[in-house]
């Protein structure tokens, strides 16, 4: 069973297509980086699993089933937008997420927050743009979700919470057990995360397959693959 199954999936927005024929399959137990510019249709392929929005034209598949009420009870989004309420506190943010979502541990968020040097007294307007990054990162990484999706986890923020962020996924992640899905353009620092790798160029897959292999193939890292093939 796949993790994530598109076949000929399509999304346009008005007279621009966002993404054009997509054919994915993607093994569960797995990182999987989502690599390509901006503008490659990374943001919609996310949203169009996690649920947020329909195909034009074409089928997804998300944990074996349809998109639906109860995949999105299994999965965690990352958005690259800030979503969280500035007037609020880090830890009246995060019992929000957990009113919304059964499955958050709160020895978890209690661990994460410690590991991130986040304050759970701290009001969300006063936070950097890194540390609200890290926050969202402790609302999906405290989850038991079975897949989890981040939309450019490492966009504008600084290298020492880039560096932060990274650690976390890899501690946190259970192998072989949880799919995580990373769309990103920062592939430099984050491609020893990868196990597969999907390359997307102008709403179409450029290239796909198992990161060790594709290095080897090519005689090159994912960055500089990245920089040909994108």
């Not at 990182?31 to 195909?55: E, F, Q, R």
């Not at 999706?149 to 560096?163: K, Q, S, T």
């Amino acid at each position: 069973m796949a993790a994530i199954e598109m076949r000929g999936v399509q999304k346009s927005y008005y007279l621009a297509r966002a993404l054009d024929g997509i054919d994915l399959s993607i093994e569960p137990g797995k990182i999987v980086g989502l690599l390509g510019p901006n503008g490659a249709g990374k943001s919609t392929l996310l949203k169009l699993c996690a649920g947020l929005i329909h195909p034009t034209a074409g089928s997804v598949r998300v944990l074996g089933q349809e998109v639906s009420l109860k995949t999105k009870a299994r999965t965690a989004f990352v958005p690259e937008i800030d979503t969280f309420y500035g007037w609020m506190t880090v830890s009246e943010a995060l019992r929000l997420e957990a009113s919304m979502f059964a499955d958050i541990d709160p020895a978890e968020v209690t661990e994460l927050l410690r590991e991130l040097k986040l304050d759970a007294r701290a009001r969300i307007a006063h936070l950097s743009k890194g540390m609200r990054a890290k926050l969202k990162l402790v609302a999906a990484m405290s989850r038991k979700a079975d897949l989890v999706l981040m939309d450019e986890p490492l966009a504008g923020i600084d290298p020492p919470a880039r560096a932060a962020i990274l650690e976390t996924i890899a501690t946190r992640y259970r192998p072989g057990e949880q799919t995580i899905v990373i769309s990103t353009h920062e592939v430099l620092e984050s491609e020893k995360l990868f196990d597969d790798v999907v390359f997307l160029s102008g709403g179409r897959i450029a290239l796909q397959g198992n990161a060790d292999q594709l290095r080897v193939e090519k005689g090159k890292s994912l960055n500089e693959v990245f920089a040909e093939v994108c």
